[in-house]
């Protein structure tokens, strides 16, 4: 099974900032990665699949990049509604899909 | 729009049964395979398994085999999962997911399950 490891775990910002997270997979995942948004008591919500197609309606301050084992995904100019909690998700080496640990994103 | 509704929240004793329901609408229902995902705080999001509503072939994590079983009726458009043999750590959210090309792009809204005597 692939392992995903995704840091960190927690991350304070303040509005207007740049922010990155990580994620990189225990194997050569070949872009095959997705990222997704989960506000509270809420379903996680598709942003981005294959490592940098946004989704539709997905900001554009919101990207990813990434190959091979490494991968990262950044929201540009923080805003409110984008406090939530982040997942990768690996979709190549199948079964089993497996996520990241997440990412809690709060207000400084 | 594509829709997947989940049924209610479960309130259920240790060594019991459970199954969860999941309708799905806005789409053909057999066009896209269905997979159930578990969210703890402790550990995190865990993939459950994937059935194909077409054929009704499934696929588990080796971590559920035993735990959970995927069944569909197409009549109705519903992905069904059922829990056996509940214990205290398999309270959890669980969602139903819908895969497009092998991710997961719709989910539904999730329903919680806690195990208590």
């Known amino acids: 099974d692939i392992q995903m490891t995704q840091s960190p775990p927690s991350l304070s910002a303040s509005l207007g900032d740049k922010v990155t997270i990580t994620c990189q997979a225990s194997q050569n995942i070949n872009k095959y990665i997705a990222w997704y948004q989960q506000k509270p008591g809420k379903a996680p919500r598709l942003l981005i699949r294959y490592t940098s197609t946004l989704e539709s309606g997905t900001p554009s301050r919101f990207s990813g990049s990434g190959s091979g084992r490494d991968y990262s995904f950044s929201i540009s100019n923080v805003e409110s509604e984008d406090i939530a909690s982040y997942y990768c998700l690996q979709y190549d080496n199948l079964p089993p899909w497996t996520f990241g640990g997440g990412t809690k994103l709060e207000l400084k | 729009q594509v829709q997947l509704q989940q049924s209610g929240a479960e309130l259920v004793k240790p060594g019991t049964s459970v199954k969860l329901s999941c309708k799905a609408s806005g789409y053909t229902f057999t066009s896209n395979h269905m997979n159930w995902i578990k969210q703890t705080t402790g550990q995190g999001l865990e993939w459950i398994g994937i059935i194909n509503p077409g054929s009704g072939g499934t696929s588990y994590n080796v971590k559920f085999k035993g735990k959970a079983t995927l069944t569909v009726d197409k009549s109705s458009s519903t992905a069904f999962m059922q829990l056996s043999s509940l214990t205290p750590e398999d309270s959890a959210v669980y969602y139903c997911?819908?895969?497009?090309?092998?991710?997961?792009?719709?989910w539904g809204q999730g329903v919680m399950v806690t195990v208590s005597s």
């Open positions: 997911a819908r895969m497009e090309a092998y991710y997961f792009d719709y």
